[in-house]
């Protein structure tokens, strides 16, 4: 994955956030992941994930293409994918940041 995306646009977020997750650096994701965000996210914004639930997570980021976000609303999605699964990040701003609000995994 390429260092292509400043800090200012939302893919910046993803792209960071896929990085700490597959180094398995946890520290600071509150910085990425929103306040409101719940489920697999929350748990790792917390600092509560299982660790085989983050193993799942890492496979299953393994490989996948970012694509440029879009605009939905307020808000933006960038979505990763390749032949076979498909991931969306649902981002929005929060203290002037992108941050991650919500992630479906197909």
Known sequence: MS???KESDAEYAVQQFITKV???????????IGSRAD?????LRDGSLAASDLDEL???LTGLKLL?????????????DNASQKIQFQL???GGKWVITEMSIR
């Open 3 to 5: 260092n292509e995306y």
């Open 22 to 32: 597959n180094a398995e650096d946890l520290t600071d994701l509150d910085v990425l």
């Open 39 to 43: 489920g697999m996210l929350g748990e």
């Open 58 to 60: 890492q496979l299953k």
């Open 68 to 80: 440029a976000a879009r605009s939905v609303g307020a808000g933006k999605v960038v979505g990763l």
């Open 92 to 94: 929005a701003k929060q």
